[in-house]
């Protein structure tokens, strides 16, 4: 009866990420509450979360536990300054009935990987504190270097009264002499801050947590020209009376996200992470996730990670579509004629594939940018593949003709062509990324990690190349539409 | 300190002493024997109160929390709160105007009506619990108040925030309803354009909460979302004998 049992629960975890028609959250086991912002440190990526300890990822795709803390406490933050990375943690508060005496404490360490000769945390300091009664708890500590006076400061406090900020000093870690704390923002939690293009967002949780499947966390954000406020929403609300503009809330069998941390790429790439109270495909447990950031009319907001289909794919560029370069094959009929039928109105079979593939070459077929028709050298079916590794957030993809095997690949000389058969090689896997506004970027697994990656680009308005990703042009940007 | 003087040299000996148990001027004290809603709540002044720039009505009569044991917040949807509402804890729940000190009895609880005003937008219930010495989490509060407007006023709008859910009657009719786990957020909800009567109009609420802060927000809105700020209220001029019912409604 037992083995019967085991063998439906097995059933049931197979099927079950099938249904889902979203991207899953991250490979491995991602388990973690309040995650600390993303790092990467000897050359792995890092975070910490609620009650010591993290995940850790050598290509953040795949997590698991590992990164160490010592302090124990409650909802940690990490911030790189110098060579150096200053971790922030609470200890006490955070109390359901009561309870919300905290401190946040401050600690160094040069490297965060334990297996590191650097590795070791250093000079604890306590930078704030709630006693118990006062209108805040000081837990859930978030760091902003303002890239602009290059001040650091330290946002705290949950829904036991106000949000608060007080500023550090970025060479000891701690409080700035005399720093009084300024109220920023009530009825939220998990706070971050971060800066783009002259104003300071300050980000926050709403709604419950920890009540698995029914937790109503969702992560909203409000912006101010000063770092210390007022911060206002698009409704010209201020966080302090309970403002907030939605950045991210439950999808799909994702439930409760909350403690946002920026995860800045470079290049224009965005992402940021934050945990789910409940991922309904892990057994309602908590997880860590990382999804594109994307930018609003000046707002941030969630993307979505790409999780494959069969697509057209388009070029931001000139607005046509990557296809094999072979001949156009026509449709059966032609001009129809103006004005209403005078005859019965049938539908017009799409082109299939098994009409145009016999005249394709064998070899491999050269790439271009052609007009969108929908035709079947124009149609892409892109999968994630299994055990290929992957890039925060996603794992690798591959690209294929709808229907057959013939793969877009990249070659020695910095062109893309397609080869008849994939093959798994890493010239055939695929990293997409959704940049900030909307648009993806399409790279090869060889270029991920470089320091200048070429990616998928078009040259001119109707040829695909490898080129130098320039964040500011339209080049190496595409659209993902259905056919 | 200043809340004391103006007491004690208005010659109100006893509401003195009372109030020296009550409002200390001592900010807020962890130990029972000495907490306050001072600084969060004065109480209210005889004279009429204009509602805040904002037009945030900050003055209230407060029921000392009823216990109404809740583990979680999610659990409010329409139909739980209206059900906790409409269950009747003391007499003349929808239509007594009560005078400060006024005591009802909810079950094995003695319950007593404060007049105060909140010195923020907000009224932080969590604070008048905290500081009376009565339950803070898993509590139900009752509010009215009572406002004078100059003038009939159409198309006005009430707008609300609470953590955690709640209901509010402007004369005796429901207005608004805030449902399932929330935090206070100004003009959360906001009703359906109503009219505020000429003289007097009677504001009821009633909120609650699981575990957490528990606080509200409430102001009246006109046709362009600006606040109405030509109204005052006015707690001494209701008395005990005031209530909803003798207010005409033209929803």
Redesign the interface.
Known sequence: MKSRILAAVIFLATIIPSLSAQAPALNGEPYIHDPSTIMFSDGKYFTFGTGGGGLMSEDGWTWRSGAVRPGGGVAPDVIKIGDRYLVAYAVGGGGMSGGHASEVKTMWTKALDPKSPEFGFYDENVVASSDGVEDCDAIDPAFLLDPVTGRLWLSYGTYFGYIRMVELDPRTGKRVAGNQPVDVATAMEATAMMYRDGWYYLLGTHGTCCDGANSTYNIRVGRSRNVTGPYVDNMGIELLRGGGKLVVAASGRFVGPGHFGLLDLGDGVQKFSCHYEADLDRGGRSVLDIRPLLWKDGWPVAGDNFYGGTFQIQSERGGLALELAVDFVRMPGGMRGFGPPKGPVTPVPAQELSEVQANWPSGNIDLRIGDFMSRPHQKWTITPVANAGGYPGSPYFKIVIEGIDRALAATADNDVVTVPAFTGDPEQLWRIDQLIDGTYRIMPKSMSGKQDPLVLTAVGRSTPALARFDPGSDKGRWNFRKP | MNTIRRIVTQGMCVLAIVAIQIYPAAA???SEAHRSVAPYFVPAGAAPKAPDTDGFIQRWLLLEPINKPNR???MFTGTYVRNAFNTEYFPGQFSVVPNDGDKVTVGNQELMWHALDSTG??VKLFRFA?GLNKPT?GVIFWAVTVIDCPREMKNVRLAA?S?SASIWWVNGKEAVDLF??R??????VVSKRLTLNKGRNIIRGAVING???SDF?VRFIDENGDPVRDITVNLGSSGSNGDDSAVQSDF
């Open positions: 807020v004290n962890t979680t917040n999610t937008f907000n905290y989490y925030g953590n399932d786990d935090r206070m957020v100004m003009d959360d575990p957490g802060l927000c």
